[in-house]
C-alpha cells in the first residue's frame, strides 16, 4: 500500500486552468485521477501506465492531460477550459498491477469551477 496525496485543487472561473498534482510514496505501475460531485457517481477522468498512453473520459478529452513522473513516483493533471461541471473532489488512484483494481487512494483535492 502507498500513501497518495493530491494538492492544486482549488476555484477559477468558467474557462480558466488548474494543475493537480498527486505525490505517493512509492511507485506503482498505473495511476489515474477520479472525481466525485455532489449526489452523483465517482468518475474516472484519466489514466496512465509507465507504458501506456493516457486514457481520459470523454466529457475532459483534450482538455485535460495528465502524465507521470516515474521516478518521482508523482502524478499530475492539467486541466484547461474548465467547465461549471467539471466542479467535484479529485482523487488519486493507484493501479499495482494494471488490472484494474484501484487499491490506493487519497484523501482528494476540490475544484471549484464559478459560472
Known amino acids: 500500500q502507498v500513501q497518495l496525496v493530491e494538492s492544486g485543487g482549488g476555484s477559477v472561473q468558467s474557462g480558466g486552468s488548474l494543475s493537480l498534482s498527486c505525490a505517493a510514496s512509492?511507485?506503482?505501475?498505473?495511476m489515474g485521477w477520479f472525481r466525485q460531485a455532489p449526489g452523483e457517481e465517482r468518475e474516472e477522468v484519466a489514466r496512465i501506465g509507465q507504458n501506456n498512453k493516457p486514457v481520459y473520459a470523454d466529457s475532459v478529452k483534450d482538455r485535460f492531460t495528465i502524465s507521470m513522473a516515474k521516478a518521482k513516483n508523482a502524478l499530475y493533471l492539467q486541466m484547461t477550459s474548465l467547465k461549471p461541471d467539471d466542479s467535484a473532489m479529485y482523487y488519486c488512484?493507484?493501479?499495482?498491477?494494471?488490472?484494474?483494481?484501484?487499491?490506493?487512494w487519497g484523501q482528494g483535492t476540490q475544484v471549484t469551477v464559478s459560472a
Open positions: 488512484a493507484a493501479d499495482r498491477y494494471c488490472n484494474g483494481n484501484w487499491n490506493d
Open positions: 512509492g511507485y506503482r505501475a498505473c
